[in-house]
């Protein structure tokens, strides 16, 4: 079957960093992506990795091992307003979404 | 980034109802479009796949005759709630996708009476 593994809740401190793991096993691979969701709202997106190795986009890095099955986001300077669910998704060779639980991310002051 | 609308953003509506929710893309065309529905506290949920001039497929354990999904153009997609009932009452997500990345509405949420 299909399966994205990602831990169900975080904390971390404001101002430090934070790395979000996600593992994926799907029926083919044609992209990985990390969505932020703030309660009550719809995902938004903030990264997509479809090669190998680290894409950076401000406070906020995504990185690829496609060999591995394996992703994480990496969130620098966090803020308060950084508290949110993170989703990993996986679009696999139908180019169909398969969704990860979420991790829920709560930063404190 | 692609656009994505949803509209309405929230209704209410009665039991036994039928409420419509339209997904559109805005600055692209969309050839597959999903809907997702979001129980709280949890991830989301794919409902269905649609894709333009062909008949939505569904995941399993979803009513299509309840949820029906129209995918009329490569714009828009509509998702009909029949019948509604309160404990269909849940926020509702469309996803637009072309070229194997797309971009998400913001959601409709519908509480049934």
């Known amino acids: 079957g299909q399966n994205i593994d990602q831990p169900t809740e975080m904390t971390a401190t404001e101002g430090a960093i934070v790395q979000i793991n996600c593992t994926y096993q799907?029926?083919?691979?044609?992209?990985l992506f990390w969505y932020q969701q703030h309660a009550g709202e719809a995902p938004t997106f903030l990264s997509y990795?479809?090669l190998d190795g680290l894409e950076e986009k401000g406070r906020f890095s995504s990185f690829l091992s496609r060999s591995k099955g394996y992703s994480y986001l990496l969130l620098k300077e966090l803020q308060m307003k950084d508290s949110a669910s993170y989703l990993c998704a996986v679009t696999d060779s139908n180019y169909q979404l398969i969704w990860g639980a979420g991790t829920k991310l709560i930063i404190k002051p | 980034g692609a656009v994505v609308s949803q509209h309405p953003s929230r209704v209410i509506c009665k039991s036994g109802t039928s409420v419509k929710i339209e997904c559109r893309s805005l600055?692209?065309?969309?050839?597959?479009m999903f809907w997702y529905r979001q129980f709280p506290k949890k991830s989301l949920m794919l409902m269905a796949t649609s894709n333009e001039g062909s008949k939505a497929t569904y995941e399993q354990g979803v009513e299509k005759d309840k949820f029906l999904i129209n995918h009329a153009s490569l714009t828009l997609s509509t998702l009909t709630v029949t019948s509604a009932h309160p404990e269909d009452s849940s926020f509702y997500i469309c996803?637009?996708?072309?070229?194997?990345?797309?971009?998400f509405g913001p959601g409709t949420r519908l509480l049934v009476l």
């Open positions: 996803s637009a996708l072309a070229g194997g990345v797309g971009d």
């Open positions: 990795n479809v």
């Open positions: 799907t029926s083919g691979f044609n992209g």
């Open positions: 600055d692209f065309q969309a050839t597959t």
